[in-house]
């Protein structure tokens, strides 16, 4: 008999499974793997839990088992000793929150989609982990939740709801696991924190006049890779994971122009942005210390993202009203409107806004490449310096005779 390895270990099935010597590997239906030790004990059959694989590798087992199998033989190892420490080895290990989270994330995350994979972990490493990671998962109720969500349960609605649903999700799976004794129910949660009103409220955005002022503060301020993403943002009118998940081979600087695959985008529906002399200038500057040609362009690494909340607290230290990085698409699109005879169209192409009605989406097949590339110049050339009042009236031809004129144009 060969006995078990790792490997058949790891893919073992539900049932019990033998590696000699009375070693055995006891697999639960809900797939829960656990070892015991089979021996004969003064005429009587007896099984010794030495504990579950999360925390007793194979070796480890062997190493016990033989032991456990000595102090019988000699003699050694009274009946009521051996009980304690089988009560012992077969004690579950409660993990902490962050350890079950974990858990969970691994046993789920082959039936996701990429986007999910990505923010499912990341949500909670932002938000939860630092207050309640390091709990005990077995004492995480409806109480600690809520005060977990509180800060940024009316800041961030949308994600903090669906933070809500991944706790349950991990609790739940705790439960599967035997760390916690019942099923969570999380449904009394929300009634101890303040109504969301507004689900589709809109973010609170920096009137745009407001924006070249605070662009001119971007730049004269000690730089930094979260400033500079967040101009870079400004500049394009994208939205923060676009931004925060861009890497070098969507960048081509000798077009200007950043291609975003669809499944990074919201509608699921590739993206090509313009960009203007200011932004390739800004990303030649990153180009030049990148980490790597397959490399994020806003990361100290190279290789983990900026987090939301990062941007959102570089804008906080900065002004003193309710603007969020994502209001930066409001101002530009009140600029677009009130500055500029652009079509609406073109505004909501460059924001990647779908059609809501698809008979017209079914017609309107064009992306205004050429015209969207006029406004975001026009929209970086504002934003560099004083919007004269000739600039009211902003026609996509005088838009056009601008990038022309334009002072700024890409170094390197």
Not at 3 to 11: E, I, W
Not at 206 to 220: E, K, S
Not at 242 to 248: H, K, L, P, T
Request: net charge positive; hydrophobic share 40%; aromatic share 8%.
């Amino acid at each position: 008999m060969t006995g078990l390895t790792a490997l058949k270990v790891s893919k073992a099935r539900p049932g019990v499974h033998c590696d000699g010597k009375g070693l055995l590997l006891k697999v639960s239906p809900h797939g829960a793997k656990s070892w015991v030790l089979r021996v004969q004990h003064q005429g009587r059959r007896r099984d010794f839990g030495l504990g579950s694989i999360d925390w007793v590798s194979l070796a480890d087992a062997r190493a016990s088992a033989a032991t456990l199998r000595a102090d019988i033989k000699r003699g050694i190892e009274p009946i009521q000793r051996i009980t304690q420490r089988e009560q012992a080895a077969t004690r579950v290990i409660v993990p902490t929150f962050e350890q079950a989270a974990r858990r969970c994330y691994d046993a789920l995350k082959e039936g996701w989609d990429d986007k999910r994979r990505k923010n499912w972990l990341t949500s909670l490493e932002n938000h939860i982990f630092p207050r309640i990671g390091n709990k005990p998962v077995d004492s995480i109720d409806s109480a600690v939740v809520r005060d977990a969500l509180a800060p940024i349960w009316l800041e961030i609605p949308d994600t903090s709801r669906r933070i809500l649903q991944r706790i349950t999700a991990v609790l739940d799976f705790a439960h599967i696991q035997k760390w916690r004794e019942a099923e969570t129910s999380l449904r009394t949660v929300t009634k101890g924190l303040p109504r969301q009103t507004d689900r589709s409220r809109h973010f609170d955005a920096m009137p745009f006049d407001d924006v070249p002022a605070f662009v001119r503060r971007l730049i004269v301020e000690p730089t930094t890779i979260t400033r500079d993403a967040l101009r870079f943002l400004i500049y394009t009118a994208a939205r923060s994971n676009e931004v925060r998940g861009a890497i070098w081979p969507e960048i081509d600087l000798e077009k200007a122009i950043w291609s975003i695959p669809a499944e990074r985008m919201k509608a699921r529906v590739a993206h090509q942005v313009p960009l203007p002399p200011q932004a390739v200038e800004l990303l030649r500057v990153h180009w030049r210390a990148r980490r790597s040609d397959e490399a994020l362009v806003f990361s100290i690494k190279g290789t983990k993202p900026l987090s939301d909340m990062t941007l959102s607290q570089a804008l906080r230290k900065m002004i003193t009203d309710k603007a969020t990085v994502h209001g930066f698409r409001s101002s530009f699109t009140d600029w677009a409107s009130e500055r500029t005879n652009f079509p609406k169209e073109v505004a909501d192409k460059a924001l990647a806004h779908q059609v809501p009605d698809k008979v017209e989406a079914a017609y309107r097949r064009t992306v205004f490449f050429d015209k969207r590339r006029k406004l975001m110049t026009a929209w970086a050339k504002f934003l560099h310096g004083p919007a004269p009042e000739r600039d009211r009236s902003l026609s996509v031809d005088e838009a056009s005779a601008n990038m022309d004129t334009s002072s700024s144009s890409p170094t390197g």
